[in-house]
């Protein structure tokens, strides 16, 4: 009989549950892996969701058509149903659950060039972070401990050039991204490293209406019909590297993308707050990186978009 699969990815081990109850263990290991492909093969499922688990997930998504689901959907749902307690077996039983009431969208398996531009970008934002701190200390390091720091730095500085070259040979031998990064990088305020971004994370892009692709970013704002916050809106969920990656793209898209600087200017002049103006931005030149690569276009000012 058809049903839902939820299951609660793990380093070593995989919790699965089904929609009619039923519920198993296996390793996650090649083999386990192999041998849970055979079982749901012969359960037919309707649907298999997954969490995002620190990247553990994708050897499952590689291997199963599956839906990965925001954490806090799930939570939500939970909640609504009156399941506070968390457990392994429960988690695997909630995510099967969500998958039958809420039906989500599968989730594309990545290709192996993707799965690698994924992990080289993630690296890439980990090694930024690491030397952003390194400056932070470095204003307040007493002078014997700044040569180490700048050698740190140095260090860090070497990395990051090895690793955008890794991901520029990445993306000039795929058949189509080359292209893609073009149209990515021909709109003012989108850089090599934004477009490197966007190709990794957001594979989604020129597929989705304008609606769905700030959904699944987590741009678009959900207003609040009733209590003291009644017609504010917030936004929430979606993807939150590509959300952040976008943040200052979109402050320098505010001065030198002519659309999105009179857009800003418009919402200003309505007393919006910096925050609400920046988001609104953020969410415009998505839509406009996202009606172009649909149209295989490069950036035209004219018509004014907005």
Known sequence: MATTIGIDVHRDRLMIAAHDGAQWEAPHTEDGLEQLVADLRALTPTLIVLEPSGGYERTVLAALPVARVHPGRVR???RSHGIAAKSDRLDARVLAHFGGAMAP??????SPARAQAVTITTRRRQVQQM?????RRRHTAPPVACA?????????DAELAGLE??????VAADPDWPR???ILTSVPGIGAQTASLLLA?????GQLDAKEIAALVGVAPFTQQSGEGAGTGKISGGREAVRTGLWMPTLTARRHNPV????????????KSFKVVTTACLRKLLTILNALIAKDQLWNPEPDRA
């Open 76 to 78: 939500y749902f939970a």
């Open 105 to 110: 969208r599968l989730t594309p398996a990545p």
């Open 131 to 135: 030397r952003t701190d390194e400056l």
């Open 148 to 156: 180490a720091i700048d050698r740190h730095i140095a260090f860090l």
């Open 165 to 170: 070259q890794e991901l520029a040979s990445l």
């Open 180 to 182: 893609t990064r073009a």
């Open 201 to 205: 994370t957001l594979p989604e892009l």
């Open 260 to 271: 999105i600087a009179a857009f800003a200017a418009r919402l200003d002049d309505r007393g």
